[in-house]
Each structure stands twice: as structure tokens, then as C-alpha cells.
């Protein structure tokens, strides 16, 4: 559930502070990912990985899952998993490319009002360590499984309501637009074009994911108490141990947020997927000092029709997290609307005059 009127450092700091429970046996979660390729981006996994004194290993600290690698396996790669390591510098190159164009807008259209410039914009320039070109690892061939015909049916009505409607209201925006979540937020945590940074605080019964674009947080129970019945942007998570790796289960979602492939498309695409009964399985395993193997399952029968896995090798960096100080969603929108008004009545006086 979000607080508004709290800061993300506050209720990381109320969780720190909490009274020391008992951790209670928990059974094994079904979802595990396909076996990952672990590799490390250094010579560091010879080096002892820290543990908390509750003997688990500490996965506290600052992580990046900065990547170029798509979602969904280009068809160019269809058929294979990996890339080559020219496939992988030719990827890169491009990325930092697209990244310098940005700057150059200011230069070349001057008279627009721009993008981010390349100092704001990660643009996603790494591949993953194991050179995996798609984050789906399961269905095999990289790509989202088909809907369902209810949810096809679903998605194409709400597509026809959204370019009939679109900006009645600040519901019909996207979530990113009005700065409440966004892809990176999760569950499953995926990239972005920039801010892919999350802080972890652990305690032996709670763990806080601290996502940096959209300032929002998710606070982790590892103690062994039962999931509510409250519906959230996040959906509501529990965690536990399988040996060295963090398993959370999180459901109980809200059924507002964005469909996985639209997220950042704010062309009338980014419709509210049925996300009310989906369930999704996270495993947080630290495979070296620098990497956090970060790998999840999404299972939702009523939209998919199968379930699908991904992975992302998410690096250390120094930090520290910066405040995310989204403010479209108090003055922009304002505007945006007033701006879908105005146009409506342009259109119906240019009527009038037509039916003259």
C-alpha cells in the first residue's frame, strides 16, 4: 500500500527499527526459473559473499538491473539464447549511440522543448553478463505467451474505450504519467531508459526494495504470516528462505497497472491489464560480491496461457539511491488535460461551422 506521507527513507527506517520476531518455517514455493547461467562481470566470485548473522546471505546494498537486453527476444535472434560477443559490443554501441542522440535534439531542434540529455539517460547501455538476449528465459523462444481469448477480448475492448475516450480524466493516463508506479517498481522489477537503481535493507524478518524511479517501496515480511486480502499498486509480498536464495511470493494486485510490452507507450496502448489474480514468484540469489541474480515466474491463467520466467544478472554499484522527485502527476497533468479540453472544442466549433 503506498504512503503518500511518508518518505521512502522513513519507511525504510520504520522497518529497521521494528521489534525482532520469530522467523517461522515456511514451506517451498512452486516457480522456480530454469537453471541460470551464473557469471560475474569480475574476478570476485572466488571472494567470501557476507552474511548476516542469522547465517543468510546479505543482499543489503545498491543494485543496478541496467540493461539493453529486451524484454522479449528480437526475431533477428529467434532461436538462439545468447549473443555472440560482437552481437554483444555491436548492442552496446548502438545503445550509448541512442543515448548521444538526445543531446543532439537541443542542437538540431532547438525550438522543441527536448528530451532528457545524455548526462539523465542510462538508456539501458549493458548486456547482461551471460550475454542473454532476451530477459524472458521460459517459453523458450523469449516472447510473452499469448493471451487468453477473454483477455484478448478485454484488451481489444479497453483499446477501442481508450482511443474513444482517451483523457476524460487522470484515470485514463498511464501510472508512469501520473507518477504512482512504474515497470521498474514491480514485482517483476524490469528496466527502464534510466533511474534502474533499487537499495536493499535486510533484517532477519524483513526485507525493504527500495526502487529509485518512482520513489516507491516494498516492504517484505520474511516472518511467515498469510497474505490479506488488500488489493495494492505493488501487490502485497511475503518472502522466505530456500537455502541461499530470497523467495517472494507476491499477489493480491489492484488490476490498474500497465500490460508489460506497453508500459511506457503513452499512445493509448498502455490499458489496465487484469492483473487482479496474478501471482508472482521473485528469487533474489547473490551469486557474487557484485551480481545479484534476480530471476521471477508470473502466473495469471485468467490472462496468459501458460507462465513465463525471466532473469536479470542485476549488478553492485556504490550508490547512494537519489530521490525521484516526480512531480507530472501534480502539475502536468493539469495541463494535459486542459490541453485534451481545448482540443475538443475546436473540434466541435470547426463542426459548427462546417454544418453552416
Not at 537503481?197 to 527500495?210: F, K, L, R, S, T
Not at 508500459?263 to 490499458?271: E, H, I, V, Y
Request: aromatic share 8%; charged share 25%.
Amino acid at each position: 500500500m503506498r504512503h503518500p506521507q511518508l518518505p521512502a527513507l522513513a519507511l525504510i527506517s520504520m522497518v529497521i527499527s521494528l521489534v525482532p520476531m520469530r522467523i517461522l518455517a515456511q514451506g517451498p514455493v512452486p516457480g522456480r526459473n530454469p537453471s541460470a547461467k551464473i557469471v560475474s562481470d569480475s574476478k570476485s566470485t572466488k571472494r567470501t559473499i557476507s552474511r548476516l548473522p542469522d547465517g543468510h546471505p546479505d543482499l543489503g546494498g545498491f543494485w543496478s538491473n541496467n540493461t539493453v537486453i529486451p524484454l522479449e527476444r528480437p526475431q533477428a535472434n529467434a532461436g538462439r539464447e545468447f549473443l555472440t560477443d560482437d552481437e554483444a559490443k555491436a548492442l552496446e554501441q548502438s545503445s550509448r549511440e541512442r543515448t548521444k542522440a538526445a543531446d543532439r535534439q537541443a542542437i538540431e531542434r532547438p525550438n522543441e522543448v527536448g528530451d532528457y540529455n545524455a548526462a539523465f539517460k542510462e538508456d539501458s547501455k549493458w548486456v547482461m553478463a551471460n550475454k542473454r538476449n532476451s530477459i524472458i528465459t521460459d517459453p523458450k523462444d523469449g516472447r510473452i505467451p499469448p493471451l487468453t481469448s477473454e483477455a484478448q477480448q478485454k484488451l481489444e475492448a479497453d483499446r477501442e474505450l481508450h482511443r474513444l475516450h482517451y483523457l476524460n480524466g487522470p484515470e485514463d493516463m498511464t501510472t508512469f504519467e501520473r507518477c504512482i508506479t512504474t515497470v521498474n517498481s514491480g514485482p517483476p522489477m524490469l528496466p527502464n531508459a534510466y533511474n534502474n537503481n533499487y537499495q536493499i535493507v535486510q533484517i532477519h524478518d524483513h526485507v525493504v526494495i527500495y526502487a529509485e524511479l518512482i520513489h516507491d517501496v516494498r516492504i517484505i515480511p520474511l516472518d511467515g504470516r498469510p497474505h490479506s486480502n488488500i488489493r495494492q499498486w505493488m501487490g502485497e509480498s511475503r518472502g522466505h528462505w530456500e537455502g541461499d536464495t530470497l523467495v517472494v511470493e507476491t499477489t493480491n494486485f489492484n488490476g490498474k497497472r500497465g500490460w508489460f510490452s506497453t508500459q511506457l507507450k503513452f499512445n493509448g496502448d498502455d490499458l489496465k491489464r487484469p492483473d487482479e489474480k496474478m501471482r508472482v514468484i521473485e528469487r533474489f540469489t547473490r551469486t557474487a560480491p557484485d551480481i545479484l541474480l534476480y530471476q521471477f515466474t508470473i502466473s495469471d491463467p485468467a490472462t496468459y496461457t501458460t507462465p513465463w520466467s525471466g532473469e536479470i544478472m542485476m549488478k553492485s554499484f556504490a550508490g547512494p539511491v537519489y530521490e525521484y522527485a516526480c512531480h507530472e502527476g501534480n502539475y502536468a497533468i493539469e495541463l494535459i488535460l486542459s490541453g485534451a479540453r481545448a482540443e475538443e472544442k475546436a473540434a466541435q466549433d470547426a463542426a459548427k461551422k462546417g454544418s453552416r
